[in-house]
Structures are given as structure tokens and as C-alpha cells.
């Protein structure tokens, strides 16, 4: 019988990809999502990639008794991915509560829930925006936690700690924490991918709507750092190379005989790109121009980060593999599917 795994926020943009991952490696997949930030049409994307539809349940997770009544109507869930937070970092700034109570209560409320209802990991969304400004880069994992500049990123810091403290306390669950680096691109066949709400706060959503019209052109943030071309640096991981970390990370925490109750890894490519090379790798992967002007700094902008990603790779067994011209000719090609 198949593995049941429980996927929060199964319809956002890491999740749906991370759905169909999961489904190809032959695990069955529930979806809570409350939809506050996609829709059910990326459940039609899904079954057209995978071929399966996969258990939808529309609830928000800061509801214990929504969570209660979903374990108890699909028993047998083994393993959760968490993906069910907000994420913009300035409307976190705006609306600190609103993040507090969506990322804080959903994690407490699925991690309460694991014991009761026999469920024996969960991996956890995390960020690289817990190192803050690195002191040096590549940064691995054992880089100091920084005190965060957003609500949203003392989210993740706290959701770490709480996950940590749960375990310390002997509860009989398992955790593993997935530090993302910059996530970006869609799925190959543009089935899925980053859905735009309202204007883009991310490079790559802004970029590809730059390309396409309709934006009048991209605003490099600061060309002034301490970066060769003096933009700022970032790693930029391929979304299904992403999603593809967590199937082997659930793998090993459900099946791993002699792992860790809970580890932390770093996804990132290992490799940093600059706002200015990303503008030209996209340009040389599409041959669509970026009309792009150069702006002044992004308040609460890190200079440059990137990865270490050799834990990954070596404990995991997971490599990204995608190169970043791919990924985004991948980002064009869901671009261009929106707007037909
Ligand atoms: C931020 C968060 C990260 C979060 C992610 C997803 C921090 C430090 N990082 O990443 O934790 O997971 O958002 O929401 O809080 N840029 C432009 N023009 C634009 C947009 C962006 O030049 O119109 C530049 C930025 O200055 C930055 C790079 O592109 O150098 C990437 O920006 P973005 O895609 O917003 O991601 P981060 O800020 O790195």
C-alpha cells in the first residue's frame, strides 16, 4: 500500500510541485489548503502532469479541529510537508500577527496531532533568511542564526526552535528542516508554476512579466554592493529540483533506520548569481529582452548569500541538476501559458 503523506498548502507554488513529486514516487498525497493564496484549478495541473488526483481538503490548519477532523476522515497519514505559511516578507512587516498566527498556530497544530493520530515526521519549509547577512558565504548549515529583520523571517526561526523543543522533549515524532535558498522557475510542462497575485514582490515573477508587457520594465535593486557587477547575490534553486529534495527527504525520515530525530539541511545549488547575471541568463535562455532600469537599495536587502549545499548532497543523496537557463525558459514557458 502506498505511503500517505499529508501536503499543507498542497496548492501553493513549492507545494503543487512537491505534490507531483511525491506522486511519481508513488506516494499518496492529501492537500489541505485554505486556497488564501492559490486555487483549485492547480489541482486540474497536478492530475494533468501526474494523472492523479490527489485528496483535496479545503481548511485552514490554524483550525485544530479542521486538522482533527482531516486525520480522522484519512487515517494512516505517516508523513507531513509543511508548507501552509505566509510568505511575503513586507506584508509581514504590516501585518505581524497575521504571520505569527498562520505559521506559528498551523505548525503547533500539526505538530500536536502527529502522536495522536500515529503521524511519524514532518518536514519543515524553513529559509535561508534565518542566516540573516552572512558573515562569509557559501554558508553551510552550522552558519550562525541571525536575529531576523522581518516577522516573517522570526517565523521561521521560531518554527525551528519549536520543532526542536518538541522533539528534545521526547515526543515520538521526527523532523526534517529544509532551509530554501531562492526557489524559481515551474514545472517543465508549464502546468503548474508561480501564481501571480497582484504585483510581483519576487525577482523572477516580476522579470517574466517585465518580458512579457505587462510590467513596463524590472527595477534592479542597487547596483552599488559589494558584488562584482554590484548587484545583489542570491542562489536561485529550480522549483522541481526543490521539490524533488523533499520526496528524499520524507524517504529518509520515514524509512531510515539510524537518522537523527531531527536534521536541518541547506537547499540551495551551491552557486551565486547576481540580480544583473540573472537579467542576462534569461535573456540568453528565451531571447526576449528585460526591459529593466537599475533602482535604488530594497530596505532589508541582503548583499549576497549562497549556499553550501554539500550536506544535501551528500546525506540526502539529492543534487540540484537543473541549470539556470532552463529554469528559466521554464518561468517563460508558465508565463506565456497564463496568458492564453
Ligand atoms: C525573500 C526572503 C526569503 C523568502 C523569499 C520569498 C529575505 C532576506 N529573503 O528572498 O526568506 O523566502 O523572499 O518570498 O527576507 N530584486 C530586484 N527587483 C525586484 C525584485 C527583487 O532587483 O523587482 C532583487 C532583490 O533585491 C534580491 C533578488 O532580486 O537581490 C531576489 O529578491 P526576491 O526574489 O524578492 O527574494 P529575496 O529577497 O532574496
Known amino acids: 500500500m ?8 498542497g496548492t501553493g507554488y513549492i507545494g503543487s510541485h512537491t505534490v507531483v513529486e511525491l506522486q511519481q514516487a508513488g506516494y499518496e498525497v492529501v492537500i489541505i489548503d485554505n ?18 488526483a490527489p485528496v483535496f481538503v479545503e481548511g485552514d490548519c490554524t483550525d485544530l479541529d479542521t486538522l482533527k477532523k482531516l486525520f480522522e476522515q484519512n487515517p494512516g497519514i505517516k508523513g507531513i510537508i509543511n508548507f501552509a505559511a505566509s510568505k511575503a516578507v513586507g506584508e509581514s512587516v504590516q501585518k505581524p500577527l497575521l504571520y505569527y498566527r498562520n505559521n506559528l498556530n498551523t505548525l503547533i497544530n500539526l505538530l500536536e496531532c502527529m502522536p495522536q493520530y500515529g503521524v511519524k515526521g514532518i518536514v519543515f519549509s524553513s529559509s535561508c533568511t534565518v542566516y540573516g547577512e ?48 531562492n526557489p524559481i522557475g515551474a514545472h517543465p ?72 530525530s531531527i536534521e536541518i539541511f541547506n537547499l540551495g545549488t551551491g552557486r551565486g548569481v547576481s ?10 535562455a528565451t531571447g526576449v529582452p528585460v526591459p529593466h532600469k537599475i533602482g535604488s537599495r530594497r530596505e532589508g536587502d541582503i548583499e549576497k548569500i549562497w549556499a553550501i549545499p554539500d550536506k544535501a548532497n551528500n546525506i540526502l543523496g539529492w543534487t540540484a541538476e537543473v541549470p539556470v ?16
Not at 35 to 52: F, H, Y
Not at 275 to 284: D, M, Q, R
Not at 325 to 340: D, P
Open 134 to 181: 552572512p558573515d562569509v558565504n557559501p554558508i553551510d548549515e552550522t552558519a550562525p542564526i541571525k536575529p531576523a529583520t522581518s516577522p516573517y523571517g522570526n517565523t521561521k526561526q521560531i518554527s525551528e526552535e519549536i520543532i526542536t523543543d518538541y522533539i528534545h522533549s521526547g515526543a515520538p515524532v521526527k523532523s526534517i528542516i529544509l532551509r530554501y535558498f
Open 325 to 340: 537557463e532552463e529554469t528559466l525558459a521554464n518561468a517563460w514557458r508558465w508565463q506565456k501559458s497564463l496568458e492564453k
Open 275 to 284: 540580480v544583473l547575471e540573472l537579467i542576462n541568463a534569461f535573456e540568453k
Open 35 to 52: 486556497l488564501s493564496n492559490s486555487n483549485r484549478d492547480v489541482l486540474k495541473g497536478i492530475e494533468a502532469i501526474t494523472g492523479i
Open 189 to 260: 510542462s508549464a502546468k503548474i508554476g508561480e501564481l501571480p497575485l497582484g504585483v510581483p514582490q519576487n525577482l523572477v515573477p516580476y522579470l517574466t512579466q517585465a518580458a512579457a508587457g505587462i510590467r513596463k520594465e524590472l527595477t534592479v535593486f542597487g547596483n552599488d554592493y559589494n558584488t562584482p557587477d554590484g548587484s545583489c547575490i542570491r542562489d536561485y534553486i529550480d522549483v522541481v529540483d526543490l521539490a524533488k529534495a523533499h520526496v528524499v527527504a520524507m524517504r529518509r525520515m520515514l524509512d531510515g533506520e539510524d537518522t537523527d
Open 2 to 9: 502506498a505511503t500517505k503523506i499529508l501536503v499543507t498548502g
